[in-house]
């Protein structure tokens, strides 16, 4: 076997990842599978440990598996598009940052107002939950 290429369970192990996670990303298109041999195992090239590890970097900044095999398409040829999937990107991560800040806000809010509560009343967080806020 050459240096420069790997079975897929050596492929696995260098890129840090389950050998049905390659089998998966093989099914959906984005990595090829070698052709078999008449005897022996598929050989993978050195280049499938770099795109699994884009993949798993790109999952880390909250691309979805679609979105990945589009910024694939685009490679190094198309900087303006992959900006512009980018910006999307982030636009949603930043909506999502305030959404959770605002969560965040109401919760410690709560939290407040359970720790000055007295133990005869009911749990204002219990109670601020339990209200039917649709009928407002």
Known sequence: MPASSFTIGALAKQAGVNVETIRYYQRIGLILEPEKPRSGYRQYPHAAIARIRFIQR?????FTLAEIAHLLQLEDGNCAETRVIAEQKLSLIEDKIQH?????????????ECKISSGNQPCPLIASLSQDKSSS
């Open 58 to 62: 790109a999952q880390q900044l909250g």
């Open 100 to 112: 959770l800040q605002t969560m965040a806000d109401v919760l410690q809010s709560h939290v407040r």
